[in-house]
Every structure is written in structure tokens, then in C-alpha cells.
């Protein structure tokens, strides 16, 4: 066993000490990650056994010694000892409150100091000590613990950190999970899949009809691959334009067609579709190009003096121009806009091109010039906004008391002009007001330049009120509206991602208050933020939502990921622990729910979740970062959970 110990103590060792094969208090302080200096002096001190001031191989391994003892007793000496400043084998009330002090600072929290003496009070409490006892000892902190029973996973894993133990990923050789996996993975999209096979029939039909046709009436091969280039480009160039009838389609997502409609990744079909356009064009062009000069006509001729010829290098060109500026659209998505108005002559430049297109445009044209008038005269009316608020973490709240929506459903997003902040820039955004609210709200992140104006206009506001008018265009429905559907409901939001989910949350409760709700609907919502202050925007409604749902259907977590997984994060954990155990509400965000540091292991979540709910139908609904909800989906596929995500486009 020591050989053990000691061998995968010195790959720790080496990393920390380098080349000098020695680890002084700046190395240890890395290695410990913290800026806790305190904590980082006191375990230097206990480590370093012959007072040299630096830390040599064997004390390493000692210390690694101690801490690998899975019976608890040895690591409870180490805190103790850690805490013990006065070394009298006690930890008062003094000492506990500059250790817990210097932990607090270190993870960036800021709590008032009655909140700081409430929680040190707590841990005296649970362990049984009163006023006049001389101090925690190692009886009490075991006593502590058997009501704050989360020291032993919180210790191993900083123990795991220390020592460089990353789980690495198995290599999957069971081939029954595997297809299990891709099971998964095809129901997740069965939608999506079924859509896309009845399309690539269609597109294989089309182009095989009109060769078949052309060869029939004696073309050559050239011609009839133009001919069934064409004829797939009649089709797809009708059809292109359906995914963007987005007032059509969200009064759709409510109905009863939804559940077989492939709502939740409608901008993909659109580029999808695009990009097929210029595939069957590319087929088209050469396979003309190749006629012409087998038939030895001059190309240049054909295409300048023809009708043919010349709406086709006109409709090449707008295509071309589309298809670069989409590509780079998130370099420059205003020039990408711009750009994308070249869809009308393309459009129209088609007509002309195809003597048949009118016929496969005619019913999709007119569902797309409904949709587009419809949304062009909505957002012409300009609306007064009512409060222009400015929240913690560079957060801006929009309200509008008197709005044109008549009807939305929670997490629908509109888009949003001020011309205040920029004359003819439009901007998306979830609303975070529910339905059933008299006022609608908008929360918007600082992050960008119209975002910082916004910010800086709402601060400028609270010295100087002025008359506001915005423009509306929406509401657009987003999966985040199907939620009341939903019998077992994961939302999990990132930072600011939290706003559909906000109206989605306020709306079960007004529903619950009118007994309108879902029976029995379990709402599991987890909350990842970097910044402390981020959770006051909605603390009120998250504790509203836990008293009326009822902690038995609403399961809130709330992830705080700039506190680190360090040693000060340990003996602060505990005595959070404590202060839970006593009041029942978290000390960092007054909720009903713990704070937890860093993000959540999503594979024991789901796993948990997929195991309780067998034989059930749970749905994530996620907000957030782009690379987070990557992991997410990964995660939740492999335990046979349906994934959602929302897109604001």
C-alpha cells in the first residue's frame, strides 16, 4: 500500500517542484489553488516537518499520506490542525471566523458580516458547543459531520485535483450500448430524420424523372443533367423560403400538427436547403456549360444576348453573393443581412429563368408574402417602454406596460428596435414575463456594442428620464414554448440563458395558482452563473416557484462556477452545510437550494434522473453557451433523454 501511495505521490511532486525538486510556498499555493495565503501558510507549515521552509519528497508524501486515509479521523486532524492557529488542539469561534473569512475572500463572495457570524454560529450549533466551550475538538467535528455528510466527497475531490486524477474516457467496446447510443441519438431527432428522408426522395424523384424525360425525347447526357439539375432547383428554391414564415410556423408549434412538424431546427433546414440549391445549381451550370461546348455554341454569346442566358448569371451572382456573406456572417452579421436582400431579384430573376417556377412558387411565394407583410406591418407601430432598469452583472431590464402582443407563450422571443440606441439595428431577445403577466419584460446581458449602449442608456436614464419608444417584431416561438407540454421537464440555463426559462417558471405558477397546471409535472431547473450578484434577477420568482410547486415537483440547483474547487472551498463548504441544515436557504443566493461550485457532473445527473424517471418521457431544455450545451446534449442522448435547445434566428 505505501508503494503505492508514495508512486503516485511523485508525479504530483515533480509537476509541483520542477526542476529543483523542491516546493516552496509560492509552488504550494499554485498547487493548492487558491490565493487563500492563510490556509496556504498553515499547511506549508504542517507539511514542511523540519521548518527548512521548503518541502522535499518525503514530507510530500506524508502529506499525501494523510490525506489518502480514507477513515475520516486523519483528515479531520488536518482541518482541525489547519484551523487551530493558537496549535492548543481546539478551534474556537476566533480562529473559525479568520479561516472562514480568508476562505469567503478567496472564493470572491461577498457577504455582510452578519451573514458571516450567522454561518460560524451554525457550525457551533450543529456540533453542540456553547458560548463557554473552550472550542471544536475532534469528537465535535465528528459530530458536525454526521449532519453535514458532504465533507468526504467535497475532500476526495480536491484530493483528486491535487494529484492530477482526471477521469479519462472509456473506450466504448460494448456494441449493444453503442447502437443503444445511436438509438438515442435518431429518436432525439426523429423529426428531423423523417423530414429529411420524404426530402431526399422528393430531390431523387425529381432529378431522376427529368432525365428519364429528356433521355426519352432523345437529349444528351449533358442536357438531361441539366434538366434534373433544374427540376430539384425548382423545387428547392420553392421550398426555401417555408422555414422563414415564422408567424405562420409559431401559431403552428401550438397546434395539433407540432408533435410531427420539425419546428425546433428550422433555421438548419433553411441552410440546409441552401446549400443544396447551390449543389443542384453547380450541376446545373456545368452541365450546360459542357452542352455548349460539345454543340461548339459560344458560351459568352449565349450568356449575354439570351434571356437564359442572361437571368442566369444574374441569379449566379446573387446566389454567389448569399452563399460567401452567410459563410462569414459572424464576422460581419449586419453585412450578411444586407447581402441577403438579393434573395428578391434572385427570386425574381428565377421567374423569368424557368418557364414552369411560377407553378412551384405560387403557393409558397404567397404563404411567404402573407408571413412577410403580416410581420412588416406589426413592427412598424412604435411602443412607449416603461422602465429602462439597470441589474447587477451588466444586466438591462426593457418593460413595456402597454404592448401589442395579444398572445404569446413562455420562452418565445421577439426582436427589438430602439432608435435611441441604434436607428436600424435589430436585436432578439427571450421574453422573460409570462403570458398570463400584465407588463412584458425583457432582460438583455451587456455583451456587444448595442447590448453596452442599451446599458449605458439605462443608467443615464435613472438621473435624466426621457420618453422611449421601441419597435417589436414577434413573438417567435422557440422549443422553450412547448415546455407545458412536458410531463418531466430539466431546464438548465447559462448566465443570462435563464430568461426563457424565467417566463416559463412564472407562467406554472400563475397557472398553478389557478389550478391550471400540469398534474403532477416535475421541473428539475439547474442555474450556472459566474458572477454572485447574476442570481439576484429572478430570486424572487425561484423561491415563489419552490413554495407553490412544492420542493417535491420543483428541484432547483443553482451552480456558482467561479468558486473554485480548492481547499478554501472545503471549510467553506462545510460550513455552508451547517447554515443549510439550520435555516434551509442558501447564504450566497437566499434560496431554497444550495450552491454548488463549478459546473454540475451532468453524467450523475442524468443518470440519476433517467433511473427515477424509467419508463417516462424527460425532456432538457437548455439556454446558454453555445460549447455548454455541446456537453450538455452529449450527456443527456447518452442516457436516453430528449434534448432541446434554444435558438433565437
Known sequence: MWRNIFSRADQPFDKIAGSEALICRSKL????????????DRIFELIDTDQSNYIDRQEFNNFINTLSYKEQNHRLRFIIAICDLNDDGYVD????????????????????????????ECVFSLAGLSASDRGLGLKDFKKFLELVPSFDYQFERFLNDLLCKKKGRKKIKDLNWSFTHIWYQFRNQLKDNMWFFIYTISNVFLFFNAVSNYEAQGATLAVQMARGGGACLNFNCAIVLLPMCKA???????????????????????????????AFSLIHISAHFTNYTLTHQNIAIVLSTSLIGLTGVGITLSLLLMAITGYLRSKNYERFLSVHNLYVPFFLLNLFHGHVFWIWMLVPGLLFLGDFGYRMW??????????????????????????????????????????????????????????????????????????????????????????????IDGPYSAPTSSVYRSKVVVLIAGGIGVTPFASTLQSLVLNEQQNKGLANQQVYFHWLNRSQNSYVWFIDLLNQASRQLGRDRFHLHIHLTSLKRSFSNIVMQMAFDAFWSTFKFDPITGLPAQTSAGRPNWDAVFRDLSEKHSGEKVEVYFCGPKPLGKSVKKVALKYGLFFREEKFE
Request: glycine share 4%.
Open 378 to 471: 406589426r413592427k412598424q407601430k412604435k411602443i412607449k417602454i416603461s422602465m429602462l432598469e439597470s441589474l447587477p452583472d451588466g444586466v438591462t431590464m426593457i418593460r413595456f406596460d402597454d404592448h401589442s402582443m395579444k398572445k404569446f407563450y413562455p420562452g418565445d422571443y421577439l426582436k427589438i428596435k430602439i432608435p435611441a440606441v441604434a436607428k436600424n439595428e435589430w436585436h432578439p431577445f427571450t421574453i422573460s414575463a409570462a403570458p398570463e403577466s400584465s407588463t412584458l419584460d425583457l432582460h438583455v446581458r451587456f455583451n456587444g456594442n448595442w447590448t453596452g449602449a442599451l446599458h449605458n442608456l439605462s443608467n443615464r436614464m435613472a438621473y435624466a428620464p426621457e420618453a422611449l419608444y421601441a419597435q
Open 93 to 120: 469561534k476566533t480562529e473559525l471566523g479568520c479561516i472562514l473569512d480568508a476562505c469567503i475572500k478567496d472564493q470572491g463572495l461577498d457577504l455582510t458580516a452578519d451573514q458571516r457570524k450567522a454561518i460560524q
Open 29 to 40: 499555493k499554485k498547487a493548492l489553488n487558491t490565493n487563500n495565503q492563510l490556509l496556504v
Open 248 to 278: 405562420v410556423l409559431g401559431r403552428l408549434r401550438h397546434s395539433s400538427v407540432a408533435p410531427v412538424l420539425p419546428l425546433d431546427s428550422l433555421t438548419e433546414v433553411h441552410k440546409g436547403i441552401a446549400m443544396n440549391i447551390i
